[in-house]
């Protein structure tokens, strides 16, 4: 009838790779990049231990001497089409044998050798704690041998490990700041894939954004699976480890990054409404560089459902924390995740998702299908027993409904003038530029005297479904 899945944007960016200047004789690599954003800042920090071990990278793979590829096992759709692109690499192995071919990240992690073995797809299996081990185990497999790490790290942040930005616009930048997830949500497959959830040390985070500012960089988005359980120096009863030393949580995290510097925007992902505080919102309503947006997945609109999925929430939990924030930020812009079809949805709880989307009017949306995943808590314990034809229905529904959302959005947002960080050339013509204003839309206007970098006001005089379009009135600041 339609298309069942959603493009989303987690699950279509890839194959960013860059050709960096550096050893000429060094081996080239190609990596490609599916999922999250984390995943997307893994690759960057691969690319750095490789680097230093005197790799280069390339944008071609099939001049590459090592194909890695960085995956994602959220939903099943995510796998296959990775399946389906190391295929693909492997064909390049008949006129380049000694081409190597490596698989990492969530993938990686959950099947292990059997990529290996069964599937013969791989040379190379390495989970997301390993990657210092990486330049070792090319090694090995210069022998003709295969090599796996997938050992999982209750400490491994690659704290000091400056990451490769490969993205290239050289404005807007990902740190990473916990790994892993202890939440346990029943559908989800992360915390099997990247392990219990670590803080990286905040010197080490602060350090890194203000480099990134000197480097250029306007805009920081601290990463995380659940970034409001963000602790150093605390444990997970909420007690002291160190009494000589400082504790730190989330806000006051952000809050640090917000001091780096006035003209350094500040956004975060993902947010969790179990652990959303009122202090975060607190601290973004202090610093006009805290972007005014939050991705808060609410997953489903039905308390007994959220109970299922181990959320820790209910519907009236979210929707308080929802109004907390209109109160301290009024015009905050608010994403979500919904997942439709989860284990023996009712139409009538599927209809309390409609109407708490009704009810918040989300500026954006990313909307799923249930997948089942192995060994995670839904899978054990409840039947995945939703007809395919009945979930893409429901999320038919919940996409139209939410389009409608966005475009109510977009246009409540006409005549209003936004502070917009501008990123670069826009994607469709030369003569125009974009870039997202503090609620994190997209706004496209026509060039002037001003480069990436700078601050401009953009006055928005009309809308697409998914951009807005304006005319910039004023340059607040330059990129010195
Ligand atoms: N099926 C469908 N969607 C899922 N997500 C996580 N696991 C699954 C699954 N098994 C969605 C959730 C999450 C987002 C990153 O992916 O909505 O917030
Ligand atoms: Fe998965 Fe839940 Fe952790 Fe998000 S918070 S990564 S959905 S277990």
Redesign the pocket.
């Known amino acids: 009838m339609h298309d069942t899945q959603v493009k989303v944007i ?1 699950e279509t960016r890839q194959g960013e790779a860059l050709d960096m200047p550096g050893n000429q004789t060094g081996k080239k690599l190609f990596l490609e990049s599916y999922g ?1 954003q984390m995943n997307f800042s893994d690759s960057e920090i691969v690319a750095s231990i490789l680097m230093e071990n005197g790799y280069t990278t390339t944008r071609n793979f099939e001049g590459a001497d090592v194909i890695l590829v960085n995956t994602c096992s ?2 099943e759709n995510a796998e296959q089409r990775v399946r389906k692109r190391l295929t693909q690499f492997n064909q390049s192995k008949k006129t380049n044998p000694s081409l190597k071919i490596g698989i990492l990240g969530c993938m990686a992690e959950r099947l292990k050798k059997n990529l290996l073995e069964e599937e013969k797809l791989v040379d190379l299996v390495v989970g997301p704690d390993a990657y210092r081990d990486l330049p070792q185990l090319l090694e090995e497999t210069e022998t003709g041998q295969k090599a796996v790490n997938v050992l999982l790290s209750r400490e491994e942040t690659y704290a000091e490990i400056t990451p490769v930005r490969l993205d290239g616009n050289g404005v807007t930048s990902f740190i990473s700041i916990t790994r892993g997830c202890d939440n346990m ?1 029943s ?3 992360v915390p099997f894939t990247r392990g219990r959830e670590r803080s990286r040390d905040p010197q080490t985070i602060v350090h890194e954004a203000k480099y990134l500012f000197q480097e250029g960089y306007r805009e920081v988005t601290l990463l995380g699976q659940n970034v409001d359980s963000y602790r150093w120096n605390i444990n997970s009863k909420g007690e002291i480890k160190d009494e000589s030393k400082p504790t730190v949580n989330f806000a006051q995290l952000m809050e640090m990054v917000a001091k780096v510097h006035p003209d350094l925007r500040v956004r975060f992902s ?1 947010s969790h409404p179990k652990d959303m505080t009122d202090e975060v919102f607190e601290v973004m309503a202090r610093y006009d560089n805290i972007c005014n947006y939050i991705h808060l ?1 609410v ?1 489903s609109g039905n308390s007994e459902v959220l109970k299922k999925m181990n959320r820790g929430y209910t519907r009236e939990w979210y929707l308080d924390r929802i109004s907390s924030m209109r109160k301290h930020i009024p015009d905050v812009g608010i994403s979500t ?3 439709t079809g989860f284990c023996s949805e009712t139409d009538a709880e599927h209809n309390d998702t409609i109407s708490l989307m009704e009810t918040v009017k989300f500026d954006f949306a ?1 909307m ?6 192995p060994k ?1 808590l839904a899978e054990r314990k409840y039947e995945d027993d939703i007809p395919e034809d009945v979930k893409s229905v429901r999320l038919r529904e919940i996409i139209d409904l939410q389009m409608q959302h966005c475009h109510e959005s977009n246009q409540r947002d006409l005549g209003k003038t936004f502070k917009v960080l501008v990123e670069g050339t826009s994607k469709k013509s030369d003569e125009q530029m974009k870039g997202r204003n503090s609620q994190n839309k997209m706004c496209v206007f026509p060039k002037g005297d001003f480069n990436k970098g700078d601050y401009v006001m953009v006055k928005i005089t009309d809308c697409t479904a998914a951009t807005l379009l304006g005319e910039v009135t004023e340059i607040v600041s330059k990129r010195a």
Do not use: A, G, L, M
Request: net charge neutral; charged share 25%.
């Open positions: 987690d999250c959220i939903r949500c559908f989800c497959v993902t997945p997953q995740d919904v997942i990313y799923f299908k249930y997948s089942e995943r995670t």
